[in-house]
């Protein structure tokens, strides 16, 4: 505006007729509401709701005086008759109200008011007017001059224009009923500008000049505004702000503002407190509640910041294109509801600080500085390049659909940002718009494809997703869409395609720094060094603090872990841990659902795999105990495997159980099957505390070369070589087709050479037998039995030996078997002769009984046995079969096998020798001799017998007539010819 324009302003014309059903002039109800409006939008989100009603506020209007508690018949005439108003001077009058008037609007003061000639205008020189805006509250306004159009001249102006230093003060009549004093110290909201248009038939408002707007908590500025105003509705149908809007909004003085028990002031000044008349009380049980509204009537602004918006503290700022403000009053106010009455204990101005605050602890949980050492309480500068424009709206709009009264929304152009930054959170971030409901305290940051959001925070990481949601008082946040979170100093990394939740814990119904719970769906990674872990979603649980401790975590769906070391996969992966000295430390992992783990060289599939975890002094995390459970299966590269229903493994001391129906253990060919089956890695034992099977397969898997079972036990230490099995024990070793040897007996106890882990493995499983004792039972003896058989597939054996007694010791090292009981030993060929003329005789065969014991020694070829032996040995070819008793009987065998051990299997071992000494008697056919001992040759068939002690040996044959006797004979079994070597001495009588 020129000067020449600020001297001469523009004449105000009257519209042909006024609006019926007009209210009060509109003239500072639209400006002090549309710049209340502007200034409110600024400093919104620093209110805690609305502050403890005065008894001033709660006046009905029976109570409420007139201006100048004056009727206003006693204002005085100062027209000129048919002239208009006259001209005068430091006067003072009162207007009517426009709706009522019997009631006074304006009060107006001024030094000089001269008439327009030919006109219905005033000139109005150093203006002063009180104008009554509400109930309570008033508007004090001053200028240098003032031009006013009055058809009416007791009325209120038609239109008009303030100019020269125009000041607008809002104000509270005092306790008593009267003015306050129209200082800026007793006003609420102080509105200055050059100079200010009003139109009160249209209720326009306009000025585009800069107009300052100052209260305690705000201090703003804006160029240019015009506002429009609905009286019928009582609404503002445009406030519109066409250049640059600056404001400045002091946090501590809003909160301070609001603070429930805050001393009143001195009796009479605006802020005291009285009590409420009676006639109010009775007014308001009297009125009615407009549909649709919470106790009044509703309605709806849109409010949209146009060009760049910037908003800053000195620690933090947040830059957008445009910022929109959406609001629901109710008789032009925002309901108490739409803001909480208790605050977070970090206050929280424009809602930039809880974008920040809650994104940052989203993405890394970092401990939340308090109110203090965020700098909260710091001036905010909100700046917007404008133009800014205030529209009403017919219905509730999309953005208070979540219950909200004020929603604010910062956003950008396409293929633009919203960009924040918070010096002591050391976090930046941008999305393409971010949201906040001051009712719901829902916060948003939203992004598009090809521009999600970002948000990074120095030395703890960052997060990126297509949008992020956060209640501030619900403490659940959201981010929809594929995202991922980054740790900054490890470079650990969580994504997710679907979605990923947060639950912060609350109190006093604000979000805190604890994180409780954070879920992620779709296809989730977890990346860290070289461990990867994927599922379907990942479920974690927090404990309470601000430290951010797992204390569970739950993956489902195709869950795969793999690391360095190997890898896990699951339907289901459970992890449980435990808060010590501060730290979060893994203490058990749960895999269900098709388990399948794979380390080096070794893999275990089970339907449930249980693990619990312990940390070293180094702070490693090892496996201290393992379960696994449904279709257990563990096996290693070189063959060995495990496999039951239930697998427990106790690391520390390397022993592991497996049960099922049955359990399964093996390596090398070599396979034990029972119920339970207990490991013992530090022995390289295995005990089975049941009954059991054993089975030794060839190198190809196909021909079973021994078995054993027992009813009772079994075990084997591999460092020591201890072998014992109880309980009917049955072992059967088949070395090849034609060969099986059988173990009978109640308990067996071997001895193997320990191991020798300095030789190469290979060398290490042919270990040597070096001892065993089988012993029978009272029913059963043991026994010891070799077959061998002449074709493949023959059901009779050719070959047979067999051992009995009630207990059977075997010395490997030394070479000999000792039966220290009674016990009977057969070694039996019955393989044909092709050379023999009788084509069903026997090759050979021997059956020996004794009542003492048993000694063979291997290397030398010679069993001897004692106490009432019995033999009966059918010869090999033709020959008769031979019967010997004796006392003690030593047998030499053929020694062609003598140095091999006593457990493998011969085709020698024939009967070459028998010794026979004490009582003998012997029978070939009808032949019987008796002598006291006995040499027999099995190659001859011939016995030599010999008499002791001027004995004689007898010798029957019932084809001689008498017997033959001599001292020592020679007798040939196979053709019974005898042959007398030492006669007996003949005795003569005396």
């Known amino acids: 505006m020129t ?49 403890p009603k005065s008894a001033v506020d709660e006046f009905a209007p029976e109570d409420i005086p007139d201006i100048l508690d004056q009727p206003a018949d006693e204002a005085p005439d100062i027209r000129e008759t048919g002239q208009g108003l006259r001209a005068s001077t430091n006067a003072r009058i009162k207007l009517k109200d426009r709706d009522d008037p019997s009631r006074i609007a304006w009060d107006l003061s001024y030094e000089r008011l001269n008439s327009i000639r030919d006109t219905d205008q005033v000139e109005v020189i150093k203006p002063k007017a009180w104008y009554l805006l509400a109930d309570n509250t008033l508007v004090y306004i001053r200028s240098d001059t003032a031009t006013f159009l009055m058809p009416d001249v007791t009325g209120e102006p038609e239109s008009g224009r303030f100019i020269g230093n125009v000041e607008m003060l809002q104000l509270e009549r005092l306790s008593d009923g009267s003015l306050p004093e129209p200082t800026e110290a007793n006003s609420a909201v102080r509105i200055t500008t050059d100079w200010l248009d009003f139109d009160s038939i249209a209720s326009e408002l306009s000025t585009t000049e800069l107009v300052k707007v100052t209260s305690s908590t705000i201090d703003a500025k804006c160029e240019g505004l015009r506002a429009v105003f609905n009286e019928v509705d009582e609404r503002i149908e445009l406030l519109e702000v066409p250049g640059e809007l600056i404001a400045v909004v002091r946090p501590e003085a809003a909160r301070a503002n609001n603070e429930p028990g805050d001393d009143p002031g001195p009796p009479g000044s605006p802020s005291a407190q009285q009590e409420r008349p009676a006639a109010a009380q009775n007014d308001e049980n009297a009125a009615t509640t407009e549909p649709g509204s919470a106790g009044g009537v509703e309605q709806f602004y849109a409010v949209t910041f146009e060009g760049s918006v910037h908003v800053e503290q000195p620690a933090r700022w947040i830059e957008a294109d445009r910022a929109r403000v959406w609001i629901r009053l109710v008789d032009n106010a925002i309901p108490e509801a739409g803001f909480a009455r208790t605050m977070p204990r970090h206050h929280d101005p424009i809602g930039i600080e809880a974008a920040l605050l809650s994104m940052a602890v989203a993405a890394s949980q970092p401990e939340v500085p308090d109110a203090r050492e965020l700098r909260l309480s710091e001036p905010v500068l909100f700046r917007c390049v404008g133009p800014t424009i205030v529209r009403p709206m017919s219905d509730r709009p999309a953005a208070l659909g979540s219950g909200d009264d004020v929603a604010l929304r910062f956003e950008s152009d396409q293929g633009g940002v919203v960009d924040f930054h918070d010096d002591i959170l050391k976090a930046t971030g941008k999305a393409t718009a971010i949201e906040y409901g001051f009712t719901s305290k829902i916060l948003a940051l939203t992004g598009y494809d090809g521009q999600p959001t970002e948000l990074h925070v120095e030395d703890s990481g960052s997060i990126i997703g297509e949008s992020l949601v956060i209640g501030l008082s619900t403490g659940i946040g959201q981010a929809a869409g594929a995202g991922i979170l980054t740790e900054a100093k ?105 388990v399948m783990g794979q380390q080096d060289e070794s893999r275990i599939a089970a339907g449930v795999l249980e693990a619990d975890l312990v940390e070293d002094e180094q702070g490693r995390i090892s496996v201290s105990q393992a379960r696994a459970s449904e279709n257990v299966r563990f096996e290693r590269s070189d063959g060995a495997f495990a496999e039951g229903d239930q697998l427990l493994a106790e690391l520390g001391t390397q022993w592991v ?309 001599a001292a020592e004979l020679i007798w040939s079994l196979k053709t019974g010819r005898i042959e007398v070597l030492r006669p007996n001495p003949v005795s003569l009588p005396r």
């Open 490 to 594: 490890t470079g650990r990394s969580v994504s997710w395609s679907d979605q990923a939740d947060v639950v912060f814990r609350v109190e006093e119904g604000w979000i805190t720094g604890s994180i409780e719970q954070a879920i992620a769906s779709g296809q989730v990674e977890l990346h860290d060094a070289d461990v990867r872990v994927s599922a379907e979603s990942i479920n974690t649980r927090f404990a309470e603090g601000s430290g951010a401790l797992i204390e569970r975590a739950v993956l489902a769906g195709g869950v795969e872990a793999t690391t360095s070391d190997g890898q896990l996969s699951a339907n289901r992966l459970d992890v449980r841990f435990e808060i010590t000295d501060g730290r979060s430390v893994p203490a058990m992992v749960i895999a269900t659902g098709s």
């Open 657 to 965: 159980k497996v049960e099922g129906l049955p359990a399964r253990v093996g390596a090398n060919g070599a396979t034990v099957a029972a119920a339970q089956i207990e490991l013992d890695g530090q022995s390289s034992g295995i005990t089975v505390p049941g009954a059991g099977e054993f089975a030794l397969l060839d190198e190809e898997g196909v021909l079973t070369l021994a078995t054993a079972e027992w009813t009772g036990s079994m075990h084997y230490a591999d460092d020591s070589g201890e072998f014992e099995a109880v309980g009917e024990v049955r072992a059967i070793s088949t070395p090849n087709a034609l060969s099986r040897d059988t173990i009978l007996g109640e308990h067996i106890v071997a001895l193997v050479r320990p191991v020798d882990n300095s030789q190469p493995e290979d060398d290490r499983l042919n270990r040597q037998l070096l001892s065993a004792s089988v012993e029978g039972s009272e029913d059963v003896p043991a026994s010891v039995e070799s077959l061998r058989f002449a074709e493949v597939g023959d059901a009779d054996p050719a070959q047979v030996t067999l051992l009995i007694g009630s207990r059977i010791e075997v010395d490997n090292v030394s070479g000999q078997l000792r039966v220290p009981t009674p016990g009977r030993l057969l070694v039996s060929d019955v393989r044909l002769d092709p050379d023999a003329s009788d084509q069903n005789s026997l090759r050979g065969s021997a059956l020996f009984d004794w009542d003492g014991q048993l000694l063979l020694d291997r290397p030398a070829g010679r069993v001897s046995m004692s106490r009432r032996v019995r033999m009966v040995h059918r010869p090999k070819g033709e020959g008769a079969v031979v019967e010997l008793e004796c006392e003690s009987l030593t047998a030499g065998f053929d020694e062609q096998r003598a140095s091999e051990s006593l457990t493998e299997t011969a085709d020698g071992g024939r009967l070459r020798e028998v010794e026979a000494s004490g009582a003998v008697w012997a029978r070939s056919d009808a032949q019987q001799l008796l002598a006291d001992a006995l040499k027999y040759d099995a190659s001859t068939q011939k016995a030599r017998a010999t008499a002791a002690g001027g004995g004689w040996v007898t010798l029957f044959d019932p084809s001689q007539a008498s017997p033959v006797t």
């Open 3 to 51: 000067e020449q324009d600020r001297s001469h302003p523009p004449t105000v014309t009257a519209p042909p007729t006024a609006r019926r059903g007009a209210s009060r002039s509109a003239l500072l109800i639209a400006l002090g509401v549309s710049l209340i409006l502007i200034s409110f939008v600024l400093y919104i989100s620093s209110r805690g709701g609305p502050g």
